[in-house]
């Protein structure tokens, strides 16, 4: 009643869950949106548990201190983020909150920076920086260097593997008293192409080193060219494609474990592994087919031409189907 008196459409009151982070800040920025509707409410029951100005004002140093934590965490979360604009809002918290004059600023910061010690992989993205940025040297060129040698190193190997794992042809044979014979000679050779693989490997060696050694010179000659010319060569870019590729954090895998438990509910548990698939997809990309799908309509009713292709009308036909799974 007191609510609906200042804000007609009313107004919740936000409830903590340890469960989610940010539900304090919500449940502390409504308490202090609400507060006369609160202490109106609380004078109800009785004056000896209305809330004091002390602890309002605490409460409001509380939503100051963490309202810069929110918002940078909101940031760290998004799908687009790497660890190059990662440091950069990290950098943009701790300064925030070294500025700010809060009574619980400092417990926050020496919180964040020992939580930050213990999970940051501050080599990397160092790494990255240098690759960005070659003025901003936060790492020595021979960590740089020792580090993009390894990388490159270690997906040529992959890659050379897989390429392998692609061309081997595997024959299966049915088991049959017949094909038994067969079956042990296929193991001695398979024993044997085994057995001169691993002696090829061995006389390999040399050869994988003056290869490394070739690498390391190269990305030497990049690293000085890039630190004068300000531009990556191709062994460079080829390792900063790659460590941008990084996610500045866990959140996307949860992300995709939430709407698995989201979509498989025991409503949906009759539902094909294809229509489980499509509705995930939409799920996790709703804005872009929100988008595309507005191009499209505002493009069929400004067209002079009534033709519109076969696939963007089944698209136009089920808008409505899509726009269900919005606010999923």
Known sequence: MYVKEIYPNGLNVVLDCKTRWSSLVNMLERIIQIKLPIHKALLDFGEHICLSEQEIAAISSIVEALNPIKIASEALCRRDTNLITAEATIKFLLEDIQKSNTHYNAQILEALSQRMVQERYTEVSAILQYLHNPSARLVKKTVVNTFCADLLSRTRRKGIEDE??????????????????????????????????????????????????????????????????????????????????????????????????????????????????????????????????????????????PYVPLYYTFILSDYHIIKQFKNC
């Open 164 to 305: 392998e794992h692609v061309s081997e042809e595997v024959s299966i044979v049915p088991y049959s008293p017949n094909t038994a014979e067969s079956i042990s000679d296929l193991d001695d050779i398979s024993l044997a192409k085994r057995l001169q693989l691993a002696i090829d490997a061995s006389m390999k060696k040399p050869e994988d080193i003056q290869v490394q050694h070739s690498l390391f010179n190269i990305l030497k000659y990049e690293l000085t060219i890039g630190e004068q010319t300000g531009k990556r060569g191709y062994h460079l870019e080829k390792v900063y494609q790659m460590l941008l590729t990084m996610p500045a954090t866990s959140v996307e895998a949860e992300r995709a474990f939430s709407c698995s438990a989201y979509l498989c509910n025991k409503f949906r548990t009759r539902l094909s592994d294809s229509t489980l698939d499509t509705l995930a997809f939409i799920r996790a990309n709703k804005k872009k087919i929100d988008d595309r799908l507005n191009k499209l309509i505002t493009h069929s009713y400004s067209s002079c031409t």
